[in-house]
């Protein structure tokens, strides 16, 4: 099992460029969170998908962000134009069912640094 | 809405000491608690979790009993080693904010030195 894997692991992009993060999930898990992470902040659940499709999208932080999954072993995180705030580590999570029921196994993530 | 504090670190101990990590939770109804190991430049991985009053979890020599009446869920380990060095997350998902939701504390790193 090769675990959740993301990419890149770093990005460092200047303000207003376009950023994509990647995250290929483990075979087999319905669904699929994105998190970020901040010292100010700690973790946030920014979205999460079942069966590819979005639930809740509430804790994206505004429209600059987008996520999809166009299918299970795949799925993109967007932010367009790029901030220095957004500047954090992303983290991508799988589960079987949903995080109370099955554990939530994560990517390593990508640390994005906006200038 | 549901809330998980935690100890504020960072905690520094020695090898073999005795750990106790505080965490506290807010919830309506009866959440699941977990907790979460994160070593450095990896992402959270599960340590342990419990799902109903008086549940306890246990993983790799770590402890954690669920508590109703105080509404917590401390981490323990009898004796800790250097590879213990993380950052320790309580977490806990709730009926209100539905089972695919987990609500995490603010993270506490332990350092343990040899």
């Known amino acids: 099992d090769a675990g959740v894997i993301q990419s890149p692991r770093h990005e460092v992009t200047e303000m207003g460029q376009e950023v994509t993060l990647r995250c290929k999930p483990i075979s087999g898990h319905d669904y699929l969170f994105w998190y970020r992470q901040t010292m100010m902040r700690g973790l946030e659940l920014l979205i999460y998908f079942n069966n590819n499709v979005p639930i809740d999208d509430s804790g994206m932080p505004e429209d600059r962000f987008s996520a999809k999954m166009p299918n299970a072993s795949f799925s993109t995180l967007k932010i367009q134009p790029s901030e220095p705030r957004d500047s954090a580590v992303y983290f991508c999570?799988?589960?079987?069912?949903?995080?109370?029921?099955?554990?939530?196994?994560f990517g390593n993530g990508t640390r994005l640094t906006v200038t | 809405g549901d809330s998980v504090t935690q100890m504020e670190g960072p905690v520094t101990l020695s090898e073999e000491a005795f750990l106790t990590i505080n965490c506290t939770y807010t919830a309506t109804g009866y959440p699941s608690l977990f907790w979460y190991v994160q070593y450095p430049g990896e992402g959270l991985q599960l340590l342990l979790k419990a799902t109903k009053a008086d549940d306890k979890g246990s993983n790799k020599g770590f402890e954690a009993t669920y508590r109703k009446e105080t509404t917590s869920f401390h981490l323990e380990k009898g004796s800790v080693q250097v590879s213990d060095s993380a950052v320790y997350f309580c977490a806990l998902s709730g009926p209100i904010q539905g089972a695919q939701k987990l609500v995490f504390g603010q993270g506490t790193r332990l350092t343990i030195n040899p």
């Open positions: 999570a799988s589960s079987l069912q949903g995080s109370g029921n099955s554990p939530l196994h």
